[in-house]
């Protein structure tokens, strides 16, 4: 019904940056919340960051500073920019969306992920 497709991941060197997408594509419907996860090898996922309809915006102690979360609401899509990275910060990132569905109500989306490695 609601997919979430995530972009953007890839390999850059310590001190880089790069940006996320991530589009939301389907049958008719309203986003609410979106936020992104991450998940780093032997870690459990954890939240980045979260931005509501409004623009209003929280983040991780880890990325406060350097990751801002943005979204464009015409375009059903969510977006990363992470600067300044740094090797713990090489995971799975994953795009998450409370979305209204109609005759279903509240469900929440997540993407499949995009990978991030920061090396030299």
Do not use: H
């Amino acid at each position: 019904q609601v997919q979430l497709v995530e972009s953007g991941g890839g390999l850059v060197q310590p001190g880089g940056s790069l940006r996320l997408s991530c589009a939301a594509s389907g049958s008719t419907f309203s986003i609410n919340d979106m936020a992104w996860y991450r998940q780093a090898p032997g870690k459990e996922r954890e939240l980045v960051a979260t931005i509501t309809t409004g623009g209003t915006t929280n983040y991780a102690d880890s990325t406060k500073g350097r990751f801002t979360i943005s979204r464009d609401n015409a375009k059903n899509t969510v977006y990363l920019q992470m600067n300044s990275l740094k090797p713990e910060d090489t995971a799975v990132y994953y795009c998450n969306a409370e979305v209204i569905a109609p005759k279903i109500g509240v469900i929440v989306c997540w993407g499949k992920g995009t990978l991030v490695t920061v090396s030299s």
